[in-house]
């Protein structure tokens, strides 16, 4: 039960919210954990192996839950009264141009290799051989929580081409095609520039968290032992 449980430090969280949500993010660690050292094995060292990002939204009682390694993005955007929306990045970008990446990469001891290319991702799945060139370039998440509000969501999920016109366009098309009874996803994609572009949107409807049913209650995710990374 979540009532009962407790922090890396033995404390009891101060409520099953509390409680959730540092479990959300350590079960979201460990399955970034997993696909990368399946990658890697997958990839047996070769040199010029894939390498891969990934964004990934979890939905639940307690937030939305942003998981991202690589260039992707997500952007929530709220529908606010009047029709307006409100674009927020719900995710981090992990190159050398973001300062939470190079002071990420700064603060690795006994490394004093120049900064990536701007291009690079600094994180990202599988990819042996450039994590063995530079051991700052890791497979760990970054874990983003946005609390539910009392307004319609869209959560748009993208590859990097996906972002070409910027972060606020993508949002405007997918309200636009749902309040036409279009795909979101569909749309964003047919009117997006590049060649690789790939587009998950989801539509959250307002009042979620509210304990009213509509997501199951915190306990119900966690009725089984979760494994929780070490160190």
Known sequence: SLRSAVGRDGQPFADEETAAAVLWVDSLTSGFAACDQLA?????????????????????????????????????????????????????????????????????????????????????????????????IVGLPDIVRHPHTEWNRFVVLGSPDLWSHGTRLPVQWAVEAYLTGRSPADEIVARSRGDDVVALVVVLPGGLGSGDGRLPPHDELFSSPVDRPQG
């Open 40 to 136: 890697q094995i997958e990839a047996g060292g070769r040199a010029g192996a894939a390498a891969c990002g990934a964004v990934m939204c979890v939905v639940v009682e307690s937030g939305i839950y942003v998981a991202s390694v690589g260039l992707g993005r997500a952007v929530i955007g709220t529908q606010v009264g009047g029709g307006e929306v409100i674009c927020d990045e719900a995710s981090n970008l992990h190159c050398s141009s973001t300062d939470s990446e190079v002071e990420r990469m700064r603060a690795v001891q006994h490394c004093t290799l120049p900064l990536p290319p701007l291009n690079l991702p600094t994180r990202m799945l599988g990819g042996p051989a450039l994590k063995q060139a530079d051991p700052r």
